[in-house]
């Protein structure tokens, strides 16, 4: 079955700064990819996703992330950190064509120092 | 336009109780989804439904249930509540279904089971 590992539960960076959200997927076939992210008390919200197109995916908000085959990576990237940024991140799997079986990872939270 | 919504945003029961959460998908989308998210994990899916038809369902005892209306809303139902059932349940909704079809997450209901 697929599955998702999120590197670190906790990630802070200073404003400006890099962001780095490390995603390890493990899959028998070839993945779909997705990053969301979630706001205190809120649903989750769709950040980009990997259909197989372009490895290199450019998201909302600044967001991207480049599907890795050989490292079975999605990481996600930010170049400069906003304070508006800090949010739980999830990475998730599917490997069918319908989204009902999407699994999650079990979040990063991101902090971001002024 | 609304984006998913559901209801009631909060809930207390007592263990052995029953609850029932209702979501309103965004209008057009024909498939909903529910999810539950323990604190401080990734959602697990639960159920997928389109156009009425149970299209999937996670690995959740059949205490859980749900159904499509015709409206294309949708109501979870968990009868016999156990504590571990505190969570909070998550509705997505999306035009088809198919995975290149996104999710829309509702803010979700948190459930206190006491």
């Known amino acids: 079955a697929q599955s998702v590992t999120q590197l670190g539960s906790h990630v802070s960076v200073s404003e400006g700064a890099l962001v780095l959200l490390r995603c390890n997927y493990s899959?028998?076939?070839?993945?779909?990819l997705f990053w969301y992210v979630q706001y205190p008390n809120q649903g989750l919200q769709l950040l980009l996703k990997?259909?197989?197109?372009?490895?290199l995916v450019k998201g909302i908000n600044g967001f991207e992330a480049e599907f890795k085959k050989s490292e079975t990576s999605f990481h996600l990237t930010k170049p400069s950190a906003h304070m508006s940024d800090a949010a739980e991140y999830f990475c998730?799997?599917?490997?069918?064509?319908?989204?009902?079986?999407?699994?999650f990872g079990a979040g990063t939270r991101l902090t971001v120092k002024p | 336009d609304a984006g998913v919504t559901q209801s009631p945003t909060h809930l207390i029961k007592t263990r052995g109780q029953q609850v029932t959460l209702r979501c309103s998908p965004i209008s057009g989308h024909k498939s909903v989804s529910w999810y539950q998210q323990v604190l401080g994990q990734g959602p697990q899916f639960i159920f997928q439904?389109?156009?009425?038809?149970?299209?999937g369902r996670g690995n959740f005892p059949d205490r859980f249930s749900a159904r499509q209306f015709p409206n294309y809303s949708s109501e979870l139902n968990v009868n016999a509540l156990l504590l571990g059932d505190s969570a909070l349940y998550l509705c997505?909704?999306?035009?088809?279904?198919?995975?290149?079809?996104?999710?829309?997450f509702g803010n979700g209901t948190r459930l206190t089971v006491t």
């Open positions: 899959s028998s076939v070839p993945p779909y």
């Open positions: 998730a799997v599917s490997v069918s064509n319908n989204n009902n079986d999407m699994r």
């Open positions: 990997y259909t197989s197109a372009a490895t």
């Open positions: 439904y389109y156009e009425k038809e149970e299209r």
């Open positions: 997505a909704s999306s035009l088809t279904g198919q995975i290149n079809s996104p999710l829309h």
